[in-house]
């Protein structure tokens, strides 16, 4: 297999590709608000939104597995000891595909009880295109993995532009239960070329057997524990608001805030992802040969092209932010000032965690990370527990939410500045 991003020429491809994708992404993510706004009955918005956070919580059962599993096959790829890693990849995706299916189950009959007459169908099968990204992020990290980072950033970019043509159809007349079941064959087609791509590249995935999934999780359990524990304190730290805010504020009403905040923060990590993906093949290679300098001058650049779009966000956002959040949510929400530099604090530290976070995780530094996230946990209990006690307004909790934020931002750089020193040849790395 063939590195495409080896090349000078390549690395600019690549960021050209992965600036596309931003670009997708962006656009639906805050183009879904938009038309959602205006396709559901008046008032249901915020309930899709909660639908929304309760999806993202079953992609928390990856629980960082993607990373380890994308750890452990990039070692032995950059070590030419692929074998066992096809299995391994096998086995979680079918994994991935039962957690995905069981999730739906249960979900069913609290969303036809709880919607609508009329959406309750469609309601389902936005919820099923929601967690359907769960063995679509193993499938993306294994193709990276294996130096097909462009290859699959490539389909990920025809994939998001497809389902921005779905969505922009709502505008024009297709019902809800249209997009949801164009978006689901849509990732059904997706996953299935992926599949065909690693196939092609000579990584050949089989189907994985449903009765060793016990023992493929024991067989697996010291990375399963150290990724997970990571993982389940990271995805709570970024989406614990969406459980707290209607009790702390009577209400989901201010889950309409909050949730477009998020979209702000996974417009940077998407952002910086960008240089992060572009970078981590030569970083990982420059930690396995125990290039130390090396390690460091990839951060150096991921920060530079990083802070292009944290800059040009961080002023759209307190310039023109008022008017354009009105126009996109029919005013139901106001997004004051105050929040909007909340936003602006929190995109520059997603990107100093991001950076230092990316490469951690890429080369297995997992009880590291997990001691941040602990720390940056009990924070964020105590913005609750300060909230509650104290009265404080939404806004206020917002802010003092960045603030927790930005001092694990810092822990993570202060954690990479030390072990990213510690740059070893090949299997050695992770013992």
Same mark, same amino acid.
């Given at each position: 297999?063939?590195?495409? %991003?080896?090349?000078?020429?390549?690395?600019?491809?690549?960021?050209?590709?992965?600036?596309?994708?931003?670009?997708?992404?962006?656009?639906?993510?805050?183009?879904?608000?938009?038309? $959602?706004?205006?396709?559901?009955?008046?008032?249901?918005? /915020?309930?899709? !939104?909660?639908?929304?956070?309760?999806?993202?919580?079953?992609?928390?059962?990856?629980?960082?597995?993607?990373?380890?599993?994308?750890?452990?096959?990039?070692?032995?790829?950059?070590?030419?000891?692929?074998?066992?890693? &096809?299995?391994? !990849?096998?086995?979680?995706?079918?994994?991935?595909?039962?957690?995905?299916?069981?999730? *739906?189950?249960?979900?069913?009959?609290? !969303?036809?009880?709880?919607?609508? @007459?009329?959406?309750?169908?469609?309601?389902?099968?936005?919820?099923?295109?929601?967690? $359907?990204?769960?063995?679509?992020?193993?499938?993306?990290?294994?193709?990276?993995?294996?130096?097909?980072?462009?290859?699959?950033?490539?389909?990920? *970019?025809?994939?998001?532009?497809?389902? *921005?043509?779905?969505?922009?159809?709502? $505008?024009?007349?297709?019902?809800?239960?249209?997009?949801?079941?164009?978006?689901?064959?849509?990732?059904?087609?997706?996953?299935?070329? @992926?599949?065909?791509?690693?196939?092609? =590249?000579? #990584?050949?995935?089989? /189907?994985?057997?449903?009765?060793?999934?016990?023992?493929? $999780?024991?067989?697996?359990?010291?990375?399963?524990?150290?990724?997970?524990?990571?993982?389940?304190?990271?995805?709570?730290?970024?989406?614990?608001?969406?459980? @707290?805010?209607?009790?702390?504020? =009577?209400?989901?009403?201010?889950?309409?805030?909050?949730?477009? #905040?998020?979209?702000?923060?996974? #417009?940077?990590?998407?952002?910086?992802?960008?240089?992060?993906?572009?970078?981590?093949?030569?970083?990982?290679?420059?930690?396995?040969?125990?290039?130390?300098?090396?390690?460091?001058?990839?951060?150096?650049?991921?920060?530079?092209?990083? @802070?292009? /779009?944290?800059?040009?966000?961080?002023?759209?956002?307190?310039?023109? +932010?008022?008017?354009?959040?009105?126009?996109?949510?029919?005013?139901?929400?106001?997004?004051?000032?105050?929040?909007? *530099?909340?936003?602006?604090?929190?995109?520059?530290?997603?990107?100093?965690?991001?950076?230092? +976070?990316?490469?951690?995780?890429?080369?297995?530094?997992?009880? &590291?990370?997990?001691? !941040?996230?602990?720390? %940056?946990?009990?924070?964020?209990?105590?913005?609750?527990?300060?909230?509650?006690?104290? +009265?404080?307004?939404?806004?206020?909790?917002?802010?003092?939410?960045?603030?927790?934020?930005?001092?694990?931002?810092?822990?993570?750089?202060?954690?990479?500045?030390?072990?990213?020193?510690?740059?070893? =040849?090949?299997?050695?790395?992770?013992?």
């Amino acid at each position: 297999m063939s590195d495409m %991003t080896a090349r000078p020429s390549g690395h600019l491809w690549f960021l050209a590709l992965k600036g596309v994708n931003l670009a997708l992404l962006i656009a639906y993510s805050f183009g879904m608000v938009f038309v $959602l706004v205006r396709s559901v009955p008046p008032g249901f918005y /915020p309930w899709m !939104v909660m639908l929304s956070s309760i999806g993202g919580y079953v992609l928390a059962v990856d629980l960082g597995f993607s990373n380890y599993v994308y750890s452990v096959v990039r070692r032995r790829f950059l070590t030419d000891a692929l074998t066992g890693a &096809e299995e391994l !990849v096998a086995e979680a995706t079918s994994l991935y595909l039962a957690i995905a299916a069981l999730a *739906c189950a249960i979900a069913a009959p609290v !969303v036809f009880t709880l919607a609508p @007459a009329g959406l309750r169908l469609a309601m389902f099968g936005y919820f099923a295109s929601i967690v $359907l990204p769960l063995p679509w992020m193993l499938i993306r990290r294994t193709a990276a993995a294996v130096d097909l980072h462009f290859q699959i950033e490539a389909l990920e *970019c025809i994939r998001r532009a497809v389902f *921005c043509g779905f969505g922009a159809a709502m $505008l024009f007349g297709l019902p809800l239960i249209g997009f949801v079941g164009l978006s689901l064959a849509g990732w059904v087609v997706a996953m299935a070329a @992926a599949w065909l791509l690693l196939r092609r =590249h000579g #990584f050949h995935v089989r /189907p994985g057997r449903f009765g060793r999934m016990l023992a493929f $999780l024991g067989e697996n359990r010291d990375g399963v524990m150290k990724s997970g524990k990571f993982t389940a304190l990271e995805f709570a730290i970024y989406n614990f608001p969406y459980l @707290a805010i209607p009790f702390l504020f =009577h209400g989901p009403a201010n889950l309409v805030g909050f949730d477009l #905040f998020n979209k702000v923060a996974r #417009f940077g990590g998407a952002a910086y992802s960008v240089p992060a993906e572009a970078f981590t093949p030569q970083q990982t290679r420059a930690y396995y040969a125990g290039d130390v300098e090396g390690v460091k001058r990839y951060q150096r650049m991921t920060w530079a092209v990083g @802070a292009v /779009p944290m800059v040009i966000g961080s002023v759209l956002l307190i310039s023109l +932010g008022g008017p354009v959040f009105d126009a996109l949510l029919a005013g139901i929400h106001a997004i004051p000032l105050v929040l909007r *530099c909340a936003m602006a604090a929190m995109l520059a530290a997603l990107l100093l965690q991001s950076s230092a +976070g990316g490469f951690l995780l890429s080369v297995g530094h997992y009880d &590291e990370v997990s001691r !941040v996230a602990t720390v %940056t946990a009990c924070l964020m209990l105590g913005v609750v527990v300060a909230t509650a006690l104290f +009265g404080l307004s939404f806004v206020d909790f917002m802010v003092l939410y960045v603030l927790a934020y930005g001092v694990h931002a810092v822990l993570f750089e202060a954690s990479f500045r030390r072990l990213s020193g510690r740059a070893r =040849h090949g299997m050695e790395a992770l013992a």
